[in-house]
């Protein structure tokens, strides 16, 4: 079993955003975001040990290679959030035409999904997200406790907001709501728009998958 690694992204790192400061970014980014990148490589290591993960050991209860596996899932979403959640911040244009239609048929329009994206937000311990569910074809907001708990299969992220207290501490200490706020401000409606046509695109591609 070869070895999969990740590099980090390191053209992600906003900079100068309005109301989230270089000083907030720079541990998340370069501690949070790189942590789970450095962990995710040393599990892909240890499970192409086939000493260290013996498969003939695996159990339900307690086995390293099961340890590892959950742990994978833990970190690699913790990176794919992460790369999600820095490459749309930085204001930048407009929603699409497109988008706004989709988010008026499915959510009430912008108004009353940025309500539900900010009780979401409130509402769950790690992630906040705007998505699109490719078996119903619909726009969904939904959070998640951690990287790997409760995020629906089948589910395209779009707009994505880091709900842990590491998001935001240095910039509104235990105040969440304010830092919502600035992560809806800032965003990028390029990349925004650009991954809401790639999710619809990929939900036709799908089609009748359920039959």
Same mark, same amino acid.
């Given at each position: 079993?070869?070895?999969?690694?990740?590099?980090?992204?390191?053209?992600?790192?906003?900079?100068?955003?309005?109301?989230?400061?270089?000083?907030?970014?720079?541990?998340?980014?370069?501690?949070?975001?790189?942590?789970?990148?450095?962990?995710?490589?040393?599990?892909?290591?240890?499970?192409?040990?086939?000493?260290?993960?013996?498969?003939?050991?695996?159990?339900?209860?307690? @086995? =390293?290679?099961?340890?590892? *596996? $959950? +742990? %994978?899932?833990?970190?690699?979403?913790?990176?794919?959030?992460? /790369? !999600?959640?820095?490459?749309?911040?930085?204001?930048?244009?407009?929603? @699409? =035409?497109?988008?706004?239609? *989709? $988010? +008026? %048929?499915?959510?009430?329009?912008?108004?009353?999904?940025?309500? /539900? !994206?900010?009780?979401?937000?409130?509402?769950?311990?790690?992630?906040?997200?705007?998505?699109?569910?490719?078996?119903?074809?619909?726009?969904?907001?939904?959070?998640?406790?951690?990287?790997?708990?409760?995020?629906?299969?089948?589910?395209?992220?779009?707009?994505?907001?880091?709900?842990?207290?590491?998001?935001?501490?240095?910039?509104?200490?235990?105040?969440?709501?304010?830092?919502?706020?600035?992560?809806?401000?800032?965003?990028?409606?390029?990349?925004?728009?650009?991954?809401?046509?790639?999710?619809?695109?990929?939900?036709?591609?799908?089609?009748?998958?359920?039959?």
């Amino acid at each position: 079993m070869g070895v999969h690694k990740l590099q980090a992204r390191d053209h992600l790192k906003p900079q100068n955003l309005d109301g989230i400061s270089n000083e907030q970014i720079e541990p998340h980014f370069e501690a949070h975001y790189k942590g789970y990148v450095g962990k995710y490589n040393e599990i892909q290591e240890k499970l192409a040990d086939q000493n260290f993960s013996d498969r003939s050991k695996a159990n339900q209860n307690y @086995s =390293e290679y099961r340890e590892l *596996k $959950v +742990e %994978e899932t833990f970190n690699y979403m913790g990176i794919v959030l992460h /790369e !999600l959640y820095f490459g749309h911040l930085g204001a930048k244009g407009e929603p @699409s =035409e497109a988008f706004k239609k *989709k $988010v +008026e %048929e499915d959510l009430g329009g912008w108004d009353a999904c940025t309500n /539900e !994206l900010k009780a979401a937000a409130v509402a769950f311990r790690g992630w906040a997200v705007l998505g699109l569910d490719l078996f119903s074809g619909r726009l969904v907001v939904n959070g998640l406790d951690a990287h790997n708990v409760y995020n629906f299969h089948g589910f395209i992220p779009i707009i994505v907001i880091d709900t842990y207290e590491h998001a935001y501490y240095v910039d509104y200490k235990n105040k969440r709501p304010p830092y919502v706020d600035a992560v809806l401000k800032n965003l990028n409606w390029e990349v925004v728009n650009a991954r809401f046509e790639k999710a619809m695109k990929a939900c036709e591609a799908l089609g009748d998958y359920i039959g």
